[in-house]
């Protein structure tokens, strides 16, 4: 049987790979010439036990004989410039033949779906639950996306050069690359990463959704100008809403992008309606679009002018066009103005809809401002006292006060900014709809006072109860997933809170993170406890009648809740509220899942199918269900999995090797994202103040991915000894659930190289935390095989674990150059010069790791 990846990916870019060797860079022909031999060395070089810094002075000493100190080290930057390119050829060979290597038509696609749908009774079930579905992709701007703008309009144009096998177009844009910076010389501004993103909803996500949409709907025989659900995929947007942590985010900042999302989109619109123009030159219809586009483009540059205010009042104009050449033009080019109607149906005027996100001790913050000034003007009330009410207390006293506040009641920049997002929020909904802003995350959320605190603020801010805004409550941790049905209970049972509801439909949208879950406890962990909080916000939200959703914040890597989503969602049970699938999406997994329209589509399409499954095909589904029996199995594999992991998390050395020994330090001066990363200030290192991704980067930096698996094999280890392997096994052939869970888990072994770090198991201070995490990473990779009767990791997913394979093999290199760099600089009297240089080194390497990973933090 051929081999389609080998032929369609691997032999390309070998061919495409030698065109290298003309790269602009210095000795350009010398450094093409040695870097296969520097992979040779790495990899027999670890195979023997050496260390890096062993592996890089014989390769010195074998390669570079006359050379200087300083040449050497050149040699190792012209290395990672030419690996980092490597890598983005890579990627664009692979896209290139995405349309080869995956099943555009097979299984989760549309296609695939209507295929099932089989009989009239399934296409009514079908039709009655897109009346209320939805697929919400949110783009985060969480600091993982090493590629500026202008190199991702480069990888795009060279794709289709390879697609093509246009070898002069490749060689030119190969040349292009080589002289184009690939890293910011400035730190990145929110409005920066915003402008970023805007190129994926310009260039793939407004292409890629109505494509999909026409699909479903032509294959249902449902006329598209007739479709009103409009939310059956909806666009989220955090760069310049996200302020947990980032105080480089401000209402200002928050206005720019919600305005700049309008432009982009308008400027869209005014592409498609040109084009429109010259097609429909027909008596009656003409006038219409010259009018849409005279007002569209007004919109844009001239909003002194007469322009459309909202997208109904453009709708209104091209329907009008509509109906004339239906009547009197035989429809002629009317699917053209079709799809420039469905379009504006999709993303009305706002383009994706920005979410406002802080972190809950900061409301307390805002609200104690607020309360000391109340204490001066009510001498019976202190401040004092509301703190040691009662939590019930303090709720009814908050929803029930009528404050003036202005701007000057608040003094701290953090709690200014809270009051400025809140007026922003309904800015931005005059501006652009309520669709463009009208959500506030709630980060670090433990209680119900947590929610009301936002609630209670947002009335006395906006001056009225009717509030336009879903309060999010996110759950992170694992003592609050455990706590978030007593929560959500008790604001159920809150009138003021209930009224609130009443006025959204009663529908509640509660966030999940999977980032700070897995931090806090470990892999296993972090899902089940996931999965179990679900179960029991559906039964609370059922049993008061509200309609739940559930918003998961995902990150890239299986350690962070990435790897296999689609799988997740087709597996939750009735148990699960399935109303709409939404989720975040950030840095290079962006460009790697949604980075061009068929991956986006591929991808899209297998997250609404996977939503829709249970509903329509649960009996079908129902041997994959979780019985007692099994969530019983699972929950003693989580504990066990649970207490392994806080062994590891609790050692001693834990933060001090990633302080010392791994890339963390490194992350906040890479000038790839505004937002600082860790949440303290000032001080050591704490690990309650470290941000998931530079914690789960730093691991993946070391080839050790610990967030990915620690504590699993522990938890199969442990209840083989028990005599339940046999159960585990049956669980696994039944569970889609538990198979995703254990696949992803071999995505994150697959991608660890425990050889790299082996010089650390004889290092004093840190031999016994590497040996309990090597002894982990070889029991887990066993023990899982044998639970899924595997005989390697990654079987089930060939197209996946090839790549794996492939970009491991590019970047090791880089890998031995980083960690060269990272020996040399535990040398306790290494001069500052060379300390500056190896510093660089660890920089420059992490670039091309994260990046050819794809989903590493």
Known sequence: MPNVYQDAVVTKYNIFNSLFLSLPFHDIFRTGTLLPLLVQAS????????????????????????????????????????????VVLFDSVEDAGFDQTHDLNGPGSITQLLNRIDSDDLREKLLKKLDDFCVRIVLTA?????????????????????????????????????????????????FDEALTLGWFLENVFYEAIPAIMKKLLRGLNFPIDKWEHTELFRLGFWPGGDRDGNPFVTSDVTLQVADRLRQILLKCYWR??????????????????????????????????????????LLSDLQQAREVLVKHHDSFFVDSLDDTILKIKLFGFFFASLDIRQVSPKHS????????????????????????????????????????????????????????????????????????????????????????????????????????????????????????????????????????????????????????????????????????????????????????????????????????NHAFYASLGKD????????????????????????????????????????????????????????????????????????LKNHKTFVPYLEKITPLRFYGQTKIGSRPD??????????????????????????????????????????????????????????????TLVENSMQSLMKAYYPATKYLKENPEFSTLWNMMFEEYERSINLMLEFSGEKELMNQNPVTKESIIVRERIVLPLMTIQQYALQKLQSADLPAAEVDVYSKLVMRAMFGIINAARNSA
């Not at 890089?56 to 390119?85: G, P």
């Not at 249970?614 to 994959?624: E, G, Q, S, V, W």
């Not at 610990?706 to 339940?724: D, H, I, M, Q, R």
């Open 142 to 190: 969480h600091p993982t996306q090493f590629y500026p703008g202008k190199v991702l309009g480069i990888i795009t144009d060279l794709e289709e050069a390879i697609k093509d096998n246009d070898f002069v177009t490749v060689n030119n844009l190969l040349l292009q690359l080589g002289k184009t910076g690939f890293i910011n010389k400035n730190k990145p501004t929110p």
């Open 43 to 86: 990899e027999e070089g670890f195979e023997a036990g050496n260390s890096p810094q062993q592996i890089i002075e014989s390769f010195f000493e074998e390669y570079t004989e006359h050379a200087t100190e300083h040449e050497r080290r050149d040699m190792l930057f012209n290395f990672i410039k030419f690996i980092e390119r490597q």
């Open 678 to 739: 860790k949440r303290g200030s000032g001080g050591g290192l704490k690990f309650e103040d470290l941000r998931a991704i530079p914690f789960v980067g730093s691991w993946a930096q070391m080839k050790q991915n610990v967030p990915g698996f620690y504590g699993f094999g522990s938890a199969l280890e442990t209840l083989k000894k028990n005599g339940k392997m046999d159960a585990l096994k049956k669980l696994y052939k039944r569970s889609l659930f538990v198979r």
């Open 365 to 564: 913050l805002a609200w104690e401002e607020v309360l000391t000034k109340i204490e001066k003007q009510v001498p019976v009330f202190t401040y004092t006292d509301y703190q040691s009410w009662d939590e019930k207390r303090k709720i009814d006293f908050l929803l029930s006060l009528q404050v003036e506040l202005t701007e000057t009641d608040f003094h701290d920049p953090i709690t200014q900014d809270i009051y400025g997002s809140m007026l922003a929020i309904r800015e931005i909904q005059r501006r652009n709809g309520e669709s463009g802003a009208h959500r506030y995350v709630i980060s670090n959320c433990a209680s119900a006072l947590n929610v009301v605190e936002v609630l209670a603020l947002m009335k006395n801010v906006w001056k009225t109860s009717e509030i336009g805004v879903d309060i999010v409550p996110l759950f992170e941790t694992v003592d609050d997933l455990a706590g978030a049905a007593d929560v959500m209970k008790q604001l159920f049972e809150n009138k003021y809170y209930r009224e609130h509801l009443a006025r959204r439909g009663n529908q509640q949208t509660i966030m999940v993170g999977f980032s700070d879950g897995t931090k806090d406890g470990g892999y296993l962990r972090a899902n089940w406890s996931i999965f179990t909080a679900k179960e029991q916000l559906t039964k609370i939200s059922r049993e008061y009648d509200v309609k739940v959703t559930f918003f998961d914040g995902r990150g890239g890597p299986p350690g962070r809740g990435g790897g296999n």
């Open 272 to 313: 498609d309606i040109k084009y429109l123009k010259r097609r429909l030159t027909f008596d009656g219809v003409e006038d219409f679009i010259a009018t849409a586009e005279r007002k569209v483009n007004n919109a844009i540059y001239y909003p002194e002018q007469e322009h459309y205010a909202t997208a109904e009042e």
């Open 576 to 647: 699960i509220e399935d109303k709409e699938i939404q989720l975040t999406v950030q840095g290079q997994t962006i460009s790697s899942n949604y980075g061009t329209v068929p991956t986006a589509m591929y991808n899209l399409e297998r997250l609404f199918t996977a939503g829709l499954e249970n509903h329509l095909f649960m009996a079908k589904n129902t041997k994959d269900q979780l019985s007692d029996a099994d969530k019983a199995l699972m929950e003693e594999l989580a504990n066990v999995a649970y207490d392994a992991y806080l062994g």
